[in-house]
């Protein structure tokens, strides 16, 4: 039982080292996709089509990605565009990988401020064979917890395999 609690939790922080040093400013982010929609009403960027993120270590993939901007307020710093960031979604098709951990799911939802990212839509954790799949997948990188829910349609399951088995 202690192998698959540490298996387990190596799975669900996998991503968490990379969000969370996403969060270290002076990096680069680099943006694609097929179309780029600002609307400052809202205070939202709307990526659409063919998404791809870099920044860093972190790779992510969908087909939408909205980045919501906190509104301006006097004594915020120009150029401290990290803290302007109140939530980012990716919508479907979400892929997220960083070196040899990967996640996929149809929605995830990531609060900078809080930490707190949620995969949701049949998500899955994966890192070499093993996996972890449920209905929803929280995860919080500031206080290196994890939590992952089973549902109605979708039990809570683990697949973690020895090393030896790992090699092969």
């Not at 709307?46 to 909205?66: C, K, M, P, T, Y």
């Not at 609060?111 to 995969?119: E, I, K, S, V």
């Not at 979708?154 to 092969?168: A, G, K, T």
Request: aromatic share 6%; glycine share 6%; with cysteine.
């Amino acid at each position: 039982m202690k192998i698959l609690t540490i298996i387990f939790c190596s799975l669900l922080w996998a991503f968490a080292p990379a969000l969370a040093e996403n969060r270290l400013q002076d990096q680069i982010t680099d943006i694609t996709s097929d179309k780029m929609t600002y609307t400052g009403h809202d205070n939202i960027v709307i990526f659409s089509g063919n998404v791809h993120v870099i920044r860093a270590e972190l790779e992510l993939w969908s087909d939408q990605l909205h980045v919501h901007i906190k509104p301006q307020n006097a004594e915020q710093d120009e150029a401290d565009q990290q803290d302007k960031i109140e939530k980012i979604i990716a919508r479907g098709n979400v892929r997220i990988k960083s070196m040899n951990r990967e996640g996929k799911g149809e929605l995830l939802t990531y609060n900078p401020d809080t930490g707190q990212a949620t995969l949701e839509g049949n998500p899955v954790l994966m890192e070499d064979k093993n996996r972890v799949e449920g209905e929803i997948v929280l995860i919080n990188m500031l206080e290196n917890t994890s939590e992952v829910l089973g549902g109605p349609d979708r039990r809570v399951r683990v697949i973690f395999y020895s090393e030896s088995e790992q090699q092969e």
